[in-house]
């Protein structure tokens, strides 16, 4: 392993995760992915990797534990010998009215969407730095940007999540290593068809484009922030969801 460039994803093993391992490997990068509990999933995606001539590698590491972050990061880098994008895309949601929302419900949401990507930008970081070159994106969310009633836990993580993306470019632009995050608004995946229909509904029409994007149209955004397109582009945030956000 180690001729093509690696791309490291979290939260592969579905959804948006999947679409960027599949995206990427189609732009000839070797992908390392991590799943948490979906290893069937993960085999899936694989699969679709190997398609694409891909050399893939599934980790199962909970982005939660500090420890497994440092550790998986350290076994890709040995296994691979390098790692050159790093895609922060795993996360959750448990929504509800602030009056109802428990301790529980704020620490993991915030633990999975910033915490985890603070302790995978953290080791990932030290290799970029040393290597003078790497892309890192992450991926937060409109709601991080505008707000959105009953997701108070999830906009202050996507939210924190921007906030990373711009002191994290600050302090890696003298090594050339760019750090953007892509703001999805609403896309078809798991994460959203457990929606109730009739929210769905309301939220569909806030879009101007009246209808919900896919994993692709993110994976794309995501597969330019990682190229050599974007060399001259860091702390950005990219909002990939049908003008929600105008
Ligand atoms: P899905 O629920 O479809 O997939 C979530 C992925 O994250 C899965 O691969 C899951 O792994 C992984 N994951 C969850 N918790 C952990 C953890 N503790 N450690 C490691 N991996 C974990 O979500 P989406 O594809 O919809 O969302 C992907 C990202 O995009 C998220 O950050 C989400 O907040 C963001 N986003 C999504 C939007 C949407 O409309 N769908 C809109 C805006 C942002 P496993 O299956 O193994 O549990």
Same mark, same amino acid.
């Not at 794309?220 to 956000?245: H, K, P, W």
């Given at each position: 392993?180690?001729? @093509? ?128 070159? /790497? ?52 896309? @078809? ?23 919900? /994007? ?33």
């Amino acid at each position: 392993m180690g001729e @093509k460039k690696l791309a490291l994803i979290t939260g592969g093993s579905r959804g948006i995760g999947r679409a960027v391992c599949v995206r990427l490997a189609k732009a000839g990068y070797d992908i390392a992915f991590t799943y948490s509990r979906g290893a069937e999933a993960a085999q899936e995606t694989l699969k679709l990797c190997d398609a694409e001539g891909a050399t893939a590698k599934a980790y199962q590491a909970d982005v939660t534990d500090s420890a497994a972050c440092t550790a998986l990061v350290k076994q890709v880098a040995e296994e691979f010998g390098h790692i050159d994008v790093l895609v922060n895309n795993a996360g959750v949601t448990r929504d509800g009215l602030i009056m109802r929302m428990s301790d529980e419900d704020f620490d993991v949401v915030m633990n999975t969407n910033a915490r985890g990507a603070f302790y995978m930008m953290r080791e990932v970081s030290r290799l970029m730095m040393r290597a003078r070159s /790497g892309h890192i994106v992450n991926i937060s969310s409109v709601v991080g940007v505008m707000g959105n009633a009953g997701q108070v836990n999830y906009a202050a993580s996507k939210a924190a999540v921007i906030g990373m993306t711009k002191s994290l470019a600050r302090e890696l632009a003298g090594r050339h290593v760019n750090v953007n995050a892509v703001a999805p608004g609403f896309i @078809k995946t798991d994460m959203t068809m457990v929606m109730d229909e009739k929210i769905r509904e309301s939220i569909l029409k806030t879009i101007p484009f009246g209808d919900m /994007g896919t994993a692709e149209d993110v994976a794309n955004m995501v597969a330019f922030l990682s190229g050599d397109e974007s060399r001259y582009i860091t702390g950005q945030v990219f909002c990939v969801d049908g003008g929600m956000a105008i």
